[in-house]
């Protein structure tokens, strides 16, 4: 019995999750449960608030976005921390971290608690409980592909490889062993088409409806590379007529929007202020509170790194930049010290502050001076001087308050919902994702209009400049433009190292971050790596010794 201590949770783990929203049915049994719709949609609402955890941090969906995000090169962390965090940003992962051993176990109470529904609701009685039922089969399915994502290889990397252990029943004497890539893909497909098929009712991006599982039938398909019915999939959401893209004065501050008022959330894991934040404590225990310290709330030690703030500073004027706050050192009369900075040959930041006189910038460096200068290079001003070792590339701006060296570029994408300090509900699906979708489907099938047709609906958005085939660059492919500008457009919210990896990329860090710390420090990391995947968690395989843990 020992095997089923953290695959199987018992039954009242649901009910209890139902405290978290407040619902009085604490003592109700399992028979009453299942009743009538009022007490299916408990059960349910149970499900959706496993995602989010208690008072919303280290539940699922935050464990989730730190295994996905960290791994990322969006990100730059600036000293080393006890947290478990720290191995999952390093690439130095441990079969014992304590994030991932959570991640596992909150997903089979999720998976659990959705198959004791699917097992009672009998399919067609009315269409209110057909909804419910389909947004059980739609929670397992987004619950078996992170974890798919998270302890399987990408998909073209061999079928046949390992995943996860398909659990589809509540059955305490069910205790399988790793499925294949394949059989989970296959699962998550059967699910998310059921899912479809039984709901007809958009209740709001906080809960799943028939485009939430059209738009994730249109990624997992994207990542299987069946890349005819990602497009499909993603049309069908665009058709649907449910969502729009928020106008870009809107969409600059989407952070600040609950999910009913974004209009392009599909779904998302829902938290609110009365509800999930009690207090300033709560503040510091969030996603975004690693991003940013916003009124003394929060760490604020996890920056934008130094690779993504050069793709984003190719358009000043990109609304996605609203996402990033650089903090400002200030001189005695509170204004900004202007600066170049550049990136040195050991990777860390190198600072000059400097002075303007009839229109030339110049800074001292051990009694010689230095002027610098510019150049228009592709559109853009590009700032440079002439060192001991030649040409320097520089950003002018201004000096920056700095932790460890690395300059403070606060990431807010993850903080202020409601105007609470790091209130985020973390998004599943957007629109935008659909447009992206089409257009690497179209790349991969040598559309390359048509994909830059799909990308330019987002840059439009962004307040950017638009492509044509001619303005692509020499040594790029229109592939790689899609996939720039995913990064651009889903940073901070769990998708690039997936982006990177399912397409045979290598993750390019070398960049300032203690990632580089140490003697064994990854400044790449080819798709084939060991460590895209993480370990099962050890705890796991000595309570089912038949496991096969991953290389």
């Known amino acids: 019995m020992k095997k089923l201590i953290i695959l199987l949770p018992v039954f ?8 978290l929203e407040t619902n009085p049915y604490e003592e109700i049994s399992v028979e009453e449960l299942f009743s009538d719709p009022e007490s299916i949609e ?3 609402i149970g499900n959706y608030a496993l995602l989010k955890g208690d008072k919303g941090f280290d539940g699922w969906v935050d464990d989730l976005h730190r295994i996905s995000e960290y791994g990322g090169d969006n990100i730059s962390l600036s000293g080393g921390t006890t947290d478990h965090l720290f191995f999952l940003y390093n690439y130095q992962s441990i079969k014992t971290n304590s994030r991932v051993e959570r991640f596992w176990r909150n997903s089979y109470k999720i998976v659990v608690g959705c198959n004791i529904i699917i097992e009672k609701i009998t399919e067609g009685e009315s269409v209110e409980t057909d909804q419910l039922l389909g947004e059980n089969y739609y929670l397992r399915a987004l619950t078996y592909f992170q974890m798919g994502n998270v302890f399987g290889r990408p998909y073209n990397q061999g079928a046949s490889g390992l995943s996860v252990p398909l659990k589809l029943t509540s059955d305490i004497e069910d205790r399988p062993d790793r499925n294949t890539i394949e059989e989970v893909y296959t699962q998550v497909i059967k699910d998310l088409e059921k899912a479809a098929s039984l709901m007809t009712v958009n209740k709001g991006a906080s809960f799943a409806s028939k485009e939430a599982a059209e738009a994730l039938l249109s990624r997992v398909y994207l990542y299987k590379e069946d890349n005819i019915r990602a497009e499909e999939y993603a049309n069908k959401v665009i058709q649907s007529g449910s969502y729009s893209l928020l106008p870009t004065s809107q969409f600059s501050k989407m952070n600040t929007l609950r999910p009913d008022e974004n209009n392009e959330a599909i779904f998302a894991v829902t938290l609110t202020s009365a509800s999930d934040l009690l207090g300033n404590f709560d503040d510091w225990y969030t996603i975004g509170s690693f991003y940013a310290t916003v009124d003394g709330n929060g760490w604020g030690e996890m920056y934008a790194s130094r690779s993504y703030l050069d793709l984003i500073d190719k358009n000043p004027e990109d609304a996605r930049k609203e996402f990033i ?13 202007p600066a170049v900075y550049w990136i040195n040959d050991e990777y860390t930041y190198e600072f000059r502050n400097t002075t303007e006189s009839g229109g030339v910038v110049t800074f001292e460096e051990e009694g010689t001076t230095y002027t610098v200068a510019s150049e228009m290079v592709d559109g853009r001003t590009v700032y440079y001087f002439n060192g001991p070792d030649g040409r320097q590339d520089v950003t002018k701006g201004f000096d920056l308050k700095k932790r460890n060296g690395h300059p403070k570029f606060y990431i807010l994408k993850a903080s ?3 105007d609470d300090i790091h209130m985020w509900s973390p998004m599943v699906s957007r629109l935008s994702e659909m447009y992206l979708n089409i257009a690497e489907s179209q790349a991969k099938r040598g559309m390359d209009q048509l994909a830059l047709d799909n990308v330019n609906i987002i840059r439009e958005r962004a307040g950017i400049p638009t492509y044509a085939l001619a303005d692509i660059p020499a040594g790029k492919t229109i592939l790689d433009i899609v996939l720039e500008e995913r990064r651009l457009e889903f940073a901070y919210e769990g998708h690039r190292k997936y982006d990177v990896y399912r397409n045979g990329r290598t993750m390019d860090r070398k960049y300032p971050g203690t990632h580089l710390n140490g003697t064994n420090a990854f400044l790449e990391i080819p798709a084939t790596h060991p460590r895209v995947v993480e370990y099962i968690p050890e705890q796991q395989i000595i309570l089912q010794p038949s496991l096969i843990q991953n290389d």
């Open 12 to 19: 009242t783990l649901i009910l209890h999750s139902c405290d």
């Open 42 to 44: 408990t059960a349910t």
């Open 325 to 337: 706050e650089p903090q400002y050192e200030e001189d005695d009369n509170e204004e900004k010290i």
């Open 416 to 418: 202020l919902q409601e």
